[in-house]
């Protein structure tokens, strides 16, 4: 493999700027660009070993730095490496980079630093997907999630459930070769055990799943409701500032406004849009249409009601717009005067709670039932998890693939037949962690990392 190199911190000025170089020619490229002031070589060094001194570029120092040397096996991507930390300047950091990939190394592709820590055995395929989700972790708990499949929680479950079911496959095809001879334990109970038991281990990691996406992922909420019911003071109070304007005047928001905020250990993408209502006037027309859309296109629906006035038409609109969604009721201005039917906002929606925004009350109400109605209550951290839909849709195959291995032995086929769906359902749980992924599979994983790591 060619050595390679990139800038593995962020695109930003800061205290300092990290080089990574990885390669079979890692350690020389480093000494034709960095001289320690102790006039050791890098490629003299052992393992773990740092040194000061100064970059090179066309013989003219660039800056400062620390070189930090890790050798073969013993580093990140199995290689001979050596990080530059330099002065964390943007122009800095590219001339250091420039200055290597003048030197011998060729520039890293986005994710080739982890992609090379799977290939030489680092890490199996789940752990590598986990690094980006830590990296793009919002919430302490999409962190924790991450970091325990970094720990190798999710290869070691479906590692387990592998080999229970490769150790069935292979007594029964020994079964299948020598039928006259007894095979230990390869009852149709104890087949019928061993299915049963995989597929329940399978359906938990499934069930997981959608609570999984929205603590890892966030989930595109909406709020809703007809106009001045305080939405967008509702979209204030969650954001923490004033994100959207607040009048008295209806349709004050004629365009939906966006913010990504994190409430509790959900990180919740809101669009405050605009009221809903018939109007003549045709920007607030289109505003109205665009609500439509993203109600139609979002995994969270808040209700906003006016708890001061009476259900009209244009609340009739709101519900149906929730029917079948995640949607939460949120009765508003709940410091004045009742008079809206509170019982038939709750005949109709499973979570309702009182609030008034402008007096930021109701926010610890509103972020349980958020967490109820998405399922992320009581969801545990340090239970392995799905991170994405490759590794769903793998789970799935491999979970359809047992059934159809019960039916089989419950209808009474050759156990050959029922060994080819073992041998599928197996086959896609080695895919998910990545010992038996193709390259294309492999490539378009990393693809989506950032340069750098």
């Known amino acids: 493999m060619s050595t390679i190199a990139a800038i593995s911190t962020g695109q930003a000025a800061g205290g300092i700027g990290i080089v ?24 003299k060094l052992s393992g773990y070993r740092a040194t000061f001194g100064k970059v090179y570029f066309d013989n003219k120092p660039i800056d400062e730095a620390v070189a930090l040397v890790f050798r073969a096996p013993k580093s990140y991507t199995g290689e001979d490496t050596v990080e530059i930390s330099c002065h964390g300047g943007l122009l800095v950091t590219k001339q250091v980079l420039r200055a290597a990939l003048q030197n011998g190394a060729v520039p890293a592709e986005p994710g080739e630093f982890t992609k090379r ?23 302490e708990q999409a962190k924790a999630a991450a970091l325990n499949t970094l720990d190798g929680a999710l290869f070691k479950k479906i590692s387990e459930i592998s080999l229970s079911l490769k150790r069935l496959a292979a007594q029964m095809a020994a079964w299948i070769d020598y039928p006259d001879e007894e095979i230990e334990d390869l009852t149709d109970e104890n087949i019928t055990n061993v299915l049963k038991s995989a597929k329940n281990e399978l359906n938990i990691l499934l069930s997981r799943f959608d609570a999984g996406q929205v603590i890892i992922e966030g989930v595109e909420t909406a709020i809703i409701g007809r106009p001045n019911v305080g939405k967008s003071t509702l979209m204030n109070m969650m954001a923490g500032y004033e994100k959207s304007i607040v009048t008295s005047v209806a349709g004050t928001t004629r365009d939906i406004v966006e913010e990504t905020v994190t409430l509790g250990n959900i990180v919740l993408r809101l669009a405050d849009t605009a009221g809903l209502h018939e109007t003549d006037d045709t920007v607030e ?16 629906i808040l209700a906003v009601f006016d708890s001061s006035k009476e259900l009209n038409e244009e609340d009739e609109e709101i519900f149906k717009l929730c029917e079948g969604k995640n949607a939460i009721a949120v009765i508003n201005k709940t410091d004045l005067k009742t008079k809206i039917n509170a019982e038939k906002i709750n005949d109709l929606y499973k979570n309702v ?23 992320t209550e009581n969801f545990d951290t340090t239970a392995a998890v799905l991170m994405n839909e490759r590794q769903y849709t793998c789970c799935q195959t491999a979970f359809n693939s047992l059934d159809e291995a019960l039916d089989a032995l419950n209808s009474g086929m050759t156990r050959d037949a029922i060994n080819v769906n073992i041998d599928v359902a197996v086959e896609n749980l080695d895919i998910l962690t990545g010992e038996k992924a193709t390259e294309s599979v492999v490539n378009e994983i990393f693809s989506q990392f950032c340069v750098g790591k």
């Open 285 to 300: 027309r289109i505003g109205v249409d665009r609500t439509k859309l993203k109600t139609g296109r979002a995994s969270l």
């Open 353 to 375: 709670v009182y609030i008034s925004a402008k007096e930021q009350n109701g926010m610890t109400e509103l972020e349980k039932a958020i967490e109820k109605t998405l399922g």
């Open 117 to 139: 820590a799977f290939l030489n055995g680092k890490m199996d395929l789940t752990q590598a997907e986990s690094v980006m989700n830590i990296i793009s972790a919002k919430s």
């Open 20 to 43: 990574r170089i990885s390669g079979e020619n890692a350690l020389f490229v480093a000494d034709r660009i960095f001289k320690s002031v102790s006039g050791i070589e890098l490629n």
